[in-house]
């Protein structure tokens, strides 16, 4: 339906993609070619995606947040961005 690299080049910042519908839209956004910056409270569940995106052939990284804490919010967003640059 989507031309395979839509996303090559972006870099997606994806709060809640260890599980449910931010798995699901992390491991797409990857096979469409993005670069995708996980985060949430648990890190199994993240890790987990991480390892599915790796293995795939794609690029993820995540770190734990709860993004009801603008603090850990705004340093996780430092770490995507020095990950992967712009997001």
């Known amino acids: ?3 395979r690299d ?3 080049g ?3 910042f994806l709060t809640g993609g260890g599980t449910g519908l931010g798995r699901s839209m992390a491991l797409r956004f990857a ?3 993005a ?5 949430g409270r648990r890190e199994e ?3 987990e995606t991480c390892d599915e995106i790796h293995r795939a052939g794609g690029a993820a990284a995540y770190t ?3 993004v009801r804490d603008y603090g850990t919010v705004e340093a996780a967003a430092a770490k995507a961005e020095e990950q992967f640059g712009e997001i």
Do not use: H, S, W
């Open 1 to 3: 339906m989507f031309q």
């Open 6 to 8: 839509l996303l090559k």
């Open 10 to 12: 972006r870099a997606i």
């Open 31 to 33: 096979e469409l070619g």
């Open 35 to 39: 670069r995708i910056f996980l985060v």
């Open 45 to 47: 569940p993240l890790r």
């Open 64 to 66: 734990t947040c709860d």
